[in-house]
Each structure stands twice: as structure tokens, then as C-alpha cells.
């Protein structure tokens, strides 16, 4: 199923347990901003996307339908810790073929 920047934008704003009203602060635009970007009625400009991939953790390329891949930024966690996320990731991969 495709995936269309409002969906993604809905998709996102609802798993981090937010409204439109507290997305829309965050953006520092309107509630109806928010809204007419989910109902499809227009497209945040690029500023925006760019800040909607900060605040929900995906690439732009995610939020624009370009890229389907879940990203994790681990650059915070030393190389040790670096090292276990990869293993677990490597394992699950594995344990599915």
C-alpha cells in the first residue's frame, strides 16, 4: 500500500500520542495547518517536513514516501552498545529466513 505524506504525517503524529493542536505548537503554525496537511488538502513545505523528520525521527525521504526502510540513530550509544543493537538486528534477520 502507498503511502501518502498526509497518511505518513497522520501515521506519525498518532503514535507519538499527539494531537494537531500539539503538533502544531511544536511547528509554530496553525491546528488547521496541521490538519489540512493530513486531509490532503496541502503539502507542509519543505522547512516543515524537515522539522516534522526531527520531531518524529524519520528521514524526509520517509515521510515523502521515498524510502520505506525503518531508520534507528545509534550514534549516541558508544561502540559496545553500537555493537549489541547491530547483533540483535542481525539475529531477528536471520531467525526470519
Do not use: C
Not at 63 to 70: E, H, Q
Amino acid at each position: 500500500m502507498i503511502l501518502f505524506v498526509a497518511d505518513r504525517i497522520k501515521d506519525l503524529r498518532e503514535k507519538a500520542g499527539m494531537t494537531q493542536t500539539q503538533l502544531a505548537r511544536r511547528l509554530k503554525v496553525s491546528r488547521s495547518a496541521v490538519n489540512s496537511w493530513e486531509m490532503s488538502l496541502s503539502t507542509p513545505s519543505s522547512i516543515y517536513l524537515a522539522e516534522l523528520s526531527k520531531i518524529f525521527g524519520v528521514t524526509t525521504d520517509y515521510l515523502l514516501s521515498l524510502d520505506d526502510g525503518v531508520k534507528v540513530d545509534i550514534t549516541d550509544l558508544d561502540e559496545q552498545e553500537q555493537e549489541i543493537v547491530i547483533r540483535l538486528v542481525d539475529h531477528f534477520k536471520t531467525a526470519k529466513a
